[in-house]
């Protein structure tokens, strides 16, 4: 097992959680990897726990705080901090997101080069795993419903508009771990915008640029739901209405400046029915945006709200 992986984690005022979360990057059974930190202007003390940590690593494994490297410790934002790391990283065979205040299974990394690993390093392949949804304390409340794992050959038949609508149609980012091929494609093929969420990115760019998904059926994390947690992830019932009605603007953000994006960068890639997905919602032609033909969510209520928010130009 000598391929190179890379983890990335944006901190802010993490210090409670970030603890028990490093114990267990630092007991992964996969021997070598690199974490790449970068605290996005912390007021308690997350710094200071992440260098502890740093002098403390097992060997094999290294903990590089950006800060001290460039000593630029001002406020981004979370989306911002993301793409600021993915923008300073060397070259590595397999990437993964991390957060702050979650807890890895210890054989989460070597359980998922093992299954990227069966394809060739060339195809875009994304991994995604279940987890465990926990309260702040990490007492388990439930687990994510299986979903299907797609390979390049069933790709082109995946509506890129759904994916794209979905958001997290292949799960939240701390569970998402690729491979060179797409992190290449993803971050290296041209600027993005920075309010687009980069879990939601690799989502999109591995399914509209026809690479492999890979879902993992057994929970390799423990995923912490807190006051303070900042995506809804798989929240359901009144808790995603409520985080949709608080981040409305960004949510929104996310996907118009992602489409523009994705059309940009990859517009003469895809096939034309996703081109002219990627056109129809570039345009300002909010009435045909809420008589698009295509479903493009799960239940009717939401189907409702984003055709609403497309005529009213919010996507």
């Known amino acids: 097992m000598k391929e190179r992986v890379i983890i990335t984690m944006p901190v802010y005022n993490g210090a409670p959680y970030l603890p028990a979360l490093l114990d267990s990057i630092a007991a992964q059974t996969y021997p070598y990897l690199k974490l790449y930190v970068r605290d996005d202007g912390s007021k308690d ?4 726990i992440l260098r502890q940590y740093r002098e403390n690593f097992p060997d094999g494994k290294e903990l590089i705080l950006l800060n001290d490297l460039d000593y630029d410790w001002t406020n ?3 989306h911002e901090n993301f793409h600021f790391i993915y923008h300073n990283l060397e070259d590595a065979d397999y990437y993964f997101f991390c957060d702050q ?3 890895w299974d210890a054989r989460k990394i070597e359980r998922a080069v093992s299954h990227m690993e069966k394809y060739d390093a060339a195809i875009p392949v994304l991994y995604t795993h279940n987890y465990y949804i926990c309260d702040g304390n990490l007492n388990i409340q439930s687990t994510l419903p299986d979903r299907p794992s797609i390979s390049p050959k069933e790709m082109p038949r995946i509506s890129l508009a759904k994916v794209i609508m979905t958001g997290t149609w292949a799960g939240m980012g701390m569970a998402q771990g690729f491979n060179l091929a797409l992190k290449r494609l993803a971050f290296d093929s041209g600027p993005l915008t920075p309010s687009v969420a980069v879990d939601c990115w690799m989502s999109w760019v591995v399914a509209g640029m026809n690479g492999a ?3 993992d059926k057994e929970p390799m994390a423990h ?3 807190h006051g303070q947690t900042f995506s ?3 929240a359901g019932g009144l808790k995603r209405y409520q985080d949709w009605q608080k981040h409305m603007d960004r949510h929104c953000a996310n996907i118009r400046n992602g489409i523009h994006d994705f059309y940009t960068l990859y517009g003469k890639k895809i096939s034309p029915e996703r081109r002219s997905f ?3 919602y570039q345009s300002k032609n909010g009435l045909q945006k809420f008589f698009y033909p295509h479903r493009l969510r799960k239940s009717l209520v939401d ?4 055709r609403v928010l497309a005529l009213m130009g919010k996507i």
Do not use: C, M, Q
């Open 45 to 48: 003390n997350s710094v200071k």
């Open 101 to 103: 205040d979650d807890v």
């Open 303 to 306: 189907e409702a709200a984003f």
């Open 232 to 234: 809804s992830g798989d």
């Open 213 to 215: 998904l890979i879902y």
């Open 223 to 225: 995923y912490r739901r």
């Open 278 to 280: 990627l056109e129809l």
């Open 76 to 78: 981004k934002g979370p």
